[in-house]
């Protein structure tokens, strides 16, 4: 599994990945709306070795690789929830030094476009803190729907916090205005 854009390369998550995914990954400020921050290099092997091997399993996590395709730096990450044959969750994440650049919305660009067209799915999701400005504003531009918000819904690093889900359908998908 790999898809290339005009600036990066997106493929699988590799045991080798782990120093660099410590790195964005640990910055407990810049990832507070996330679920899992790891301190230790433990940390990221432990949840490199949860994740699926294959893609398109229903019920798993797959993780691709955010990388550079000119510097072949790992910059980031995108998850991919398969919930069910049909449907899939999407998170992500941009190392901090790399946010701001277009980065999340090049690789969810390629990313939506290889689920909706060469899988067939028929909706994405995604769930995400309504504070996580950065994040509303990135499913807001790629056409996303806000469908609910769950009020101190998630236990999350020690407080509670809304959750507001998004969707996009593929019909919606066909049907955007090109970004
Ligand atoms: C959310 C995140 C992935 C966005 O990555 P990114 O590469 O910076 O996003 P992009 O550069 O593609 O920007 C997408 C849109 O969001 C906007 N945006 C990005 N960062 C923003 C910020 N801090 N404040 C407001 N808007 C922001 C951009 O302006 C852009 O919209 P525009 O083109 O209309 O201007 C990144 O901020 C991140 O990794 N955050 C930490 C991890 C996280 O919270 N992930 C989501 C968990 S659900």
């Not at 990832?31 to 301190?39: E, T, V």
């Amino acid at each position: 599994m790999q898809l290339t854009t005009q600036r990066l390369i997106l493929r699988p998550l590799e045991a080798n990945d782990k120093h660099a995914i410590l790195s964005y990954r640990s910055d407990a400020e810049t990832n507070r709306y996330q679920g899992w921050i790891p301190k230790t290099l433990d940390d990221v092997e432990i949840f490199l070795g949860k994740l699926a091997t294959e893609f398109n399993v229903p019920d798993t996590w797959f993780q691709l690789a955010v990388v550079d395709k000119s510097s072949k730096e790992l910059i980031g990450d995108i998850g991919i929830h398969f919930i069910d044959e049909q449907q899939v969750e999407l998170g992500y994440t941009i190392a901090k030094q790399h946010q701001g650049l277009g980065f999340a919305t090049e690789a969810a660009l390629a990313v939506i476009d290889y689920l909706f067209t060469e899988l067939k799915k028929h909706r994405i999701t995604a769930s995400i803190d309504p504070e996580n400005i950065a994040s509303v504003a990135l499913l807001e531009k790629l056409g996303f729907r806000k469908e609910a918000h769950f009020v101190e819904s998630l236990f999350l690093n020690d407080k509670w916090v809304d959750d507001v889900i998004y969707a996009l359908l593929a019909r919606e998908w066909r049907n955007r205005q090109l970004i």
